[in-house]
């Protein structure tokens, strides 16, 4: 089942452990959850007006109509 999952986050959530950082990924596109691999940087140039989705190769499209989509329920 596929799911729509809406994210607005476009940077990751440093974690300080002692002296050591991780970063979890908030964006969504990491490929290697829950943890960072930059792929946020994708997300910059965004307009923070419109919903975009990424395709599995990276792809960004910009989602029309999110509202009848997510108020279907």
Request: overall charge negative; hydrophobic content about 25%; proline content about 3%.
């Amino acid at each position: 089942m596929a799911r729509l999952v809406k994210k607005e986050h476009k940077s990751p959530l440093e974690i300080k452990a002692e002296t050591k950082s991780m970063w979890i990924c908030m964006c969504g596109l990491s490929s290697n959850q829950p943890f960072c691999d930059e792929s946020h940087k994708k997300t910059l140039d965004e307009d923070d007006n419109k919903i975009y989705a990424y395709e599995n190769k990276g792809n960004r499209i910009e989602v029309k109509n999110w509202e009848e989509c997510y108020n279907d329920t």
